[in-house]
């Protein structure tokens, strides 16, 4: 390959224009101060058309918005979720611990009307284990668990990073529990009655 | 001591407000936003940076040597503070009028480099002993330059006193005890027939009255950052690679004492520049015919008008100044050690020995 070479203007007043030209460099960014870089989120079509301004941002003060589609924090509507396990199973790091309880008789319906059978005592997702891939989103039957937009929620202690979903106390699963097996039971003393009638033919 | 008090409260209110500037001017010319928590805008962020320091502990390392590391702030500070002696604020108020002003000034700022050299031996660490021959060697270096181009002026103006260089440059001159009968002429040239005396202004300033002295200007700015080790000649600091140079050890009191010696430094170098070159604290408006803008903006020597006046003019000239050298720390880069005395010796000086044959020449016009 052939070398061409930069020809580097040299001489006195070339070195002045160069370090004038500095100056002015400096300069005009310092005027530009007053202005600000505005907090627009990446999909606003100014987001790359703003080359004057200070850039930074006040953080807790203000934030660029996040896109609609992003993967943050999850969080499960428990009065919608039918206590599936789908979300559990599918989760790639295990994040997502699920005990579930059989009702005694229907406890009511979702929002898109899905009958309820199941109470959920222990409904843990573990933000500090997640990957945020949002596979638990996509099976969730009832669109319960959804992905918000809260990114910020650092803790000092990492247990609080286990967030707990269910909306019974220990006391009520523990009912649940003893009524269910309470009714499994009756059942399973109905059931004998019969086979004992059956044989007795 | 009234006036060591007052100079005193005076310098710490100027350092304060520079070291907020400075962190707020690189702030906006990196397009950051600098301090904004404390205080409106951050105003505060330096003050408590003070307080900050001030609660530290003095730490003293056990291999240092202890006499010279203690002692050494305090006399790189006492050099500096001692400058600020001479320099006259207002047209009748100066901490000590000395007809040898700017002789003293010259001689007590060069023991700044003991304190320099006691500061990076007494600290018994490699990269202070660096940055305290650096240091050394730099400003040893720029006061010839710095010497040559102040030099000039004094051949211009015939006197060492600072309050008399000051009256020379303005409408006041006849005031001044032994100079009732001067006059001055435009470029300092009879032979041209402009009388500017009463004109004053910015035709009475030193670099217009000799324009030549413009260049010594130049090279005395350029000297007066080596001198207080300010980019682009900070290499005895040069974060990069000596981490703080000579001060590297020092914590507390004693590096806030290290930290107002070298902004006094700048707003020393950058008060004598404006007294020798710009007009000390003349107004810059000239007087047009009916219009006595220079009368206007002098007010009465003597009266709150006249101390007010004069401090406005030399504080906001050495803003001006203070700023340069602010921007021109954010604008060029570090010089390499060899580069830096190839620019004092091989540049600087000569130049200014050119100056000072030429300021000869132009004081033999100007009589």
């Not at chain 2, 005031?175 to 004053?200: D, S």
């Not at chain 2, 020393?268 to 220079?294: D, H, Q």
């Amino acid at each position: 390959m052939e070398r061409t070479s930069v020809k580097h203007k040299a001489g006195f007043w070339e070195v002045v224009k160069s370090l004038l030209s500095g100056l002015l460099l400096t300069w005009r960014h310092f005027r530009n101060a007053d202005k600000r870089r505005a907090p627009v989120p990446v999909m606003d079509e100014n987001y790359f058309k703003q080359p004057e301004g200070l850039v930074t941002l006040t953080y807790p003060y203000e934030a660029i918005p996040v896109p609609e589609n992003g993967r943050y924090r999850l969080h499960n509507e428990i009065d919608d979720c039918i206590v599936c396990d789908l979300c559990a199973k599918i989760c790639p790091v295990n994040c997502i611990t699920i005990e579930s309880v059989k009702a005694t008789e229907e406890i009511g319906m979702t929002s898109d009307g899905t009958k309820k059978r199941l109470y959920a005592p222990v409904f843990d997702i573990d933000m500090a284990k997640c990957c945020y891939c949002g596979l638990c989103t996509t099976v969730c039957p009832t669109d319960c668990l959804t992905m918000t937009p809260v990114y910020d929620f650092s803790e000092v202690d990492i247990k609080n990073m286990i967030y707990h979903f269910t909306d019974l106390t220990p006391e009520q699963a523990e009912e649940k529990k003893q009524l269910l097996a309470k009714q499994q039971e009756e059942m399973a003393a109905a059931k004998a009655a019969a086979l004992a009638a059956r044989k007795q033919q | 001591m009234l006036a060591f008090l007052l100079t005193l409260m005076l310098l710490l209110g100027i350092v304060i407000v520079l070291a907020y500037a400075e962190r707020k001017v690189a702030a906006f010319m990196q397009d950051r936003l600098g301090p904004t928590e404390a205080g409106p805008y951050g105003s505060l962020q330096s003050v408590l940076d003070v307080l900050k320091l001030l609660q530290k502990e003095d730490i003293v390392p056990a291999a240092a040597d202890k006499k010279l590391f203690k002692l050494a702030p305090i006399l790189i500070f006492a050099a500096v503070f001692a400058g600020f002696a001479v320099i006259p604020f207002t047209p009748e108020l100066i901490p000590t009028g000395i007809g040898i002003g700017v002789f003293y000034l010259l001689a007590i700022i060069s023991l700044d480099v003991v304190g320099l050299l006691m500061a990076g031996w007494g600290s018994n660490n490699k990269y202070a002993m660096l940055g305290a021959m650096r240091s050394v060697a730099q400003i040893v270096s720029y006061e010839i330059p710095a010497g040559l181009a102040i030099l000039s002026v004094v051949m211009i103006c015939q006197s060492l006193d600072f309050q008399e260089i000051s009256y020379q440059q303005g409408i006041l001159l006849n005031r001044f005890p032994g100079l009732e009968f001067e006059k001055n002429w435009l470029f300092g040239i009879e032979a041209l027939g402009i009388n500017t005396t009463n004109i004053g202004g910015i035709t009475t300033w030193n670099i217009f009255r000799a324009p030549l002295l413009l260049v010594a200007f130049l090279i005395y700015f350029i000297a007066s950052l080596a001198e207080s080790n300010r980019a682009p000649f900070d290499i005895p600091e040069a974060e990069s690679e000596l981490v703080a140079g000579f001060h590297v050890e020092y914590s507390g009191f004693r590096f806030a004492v290290l930290f107002l010696a070298e902004y006094s430094m700048m707003v020393l170098v950058s008060l004598v520049a404006v007294i020798l070159f710009l007009g000390s604290w003349n107004t810059p408006l000239p007087n047009l015919t009916t219009l006595k803008f220079a009368d206007w903006t002098t007010g009465t020597v003597g009266a709150l008008s006249g101390i007010l006046w004069g401090g406005f003019w030399l504080l906001s000239k050495t803003f001006v100044l203070l700023f340069l050298q602010l921007q021109i720390r954010w604008t060029y880069p570090r010089l390499r050690v060899d580069q830096l005395m190839h620019l004092c010796w091989k540049v600087l000086t000569p130049i200014a020995l050119g100056i000072v044959l030429l300021a000869g020449i132009w004081r033999l016009l100007m009589v």
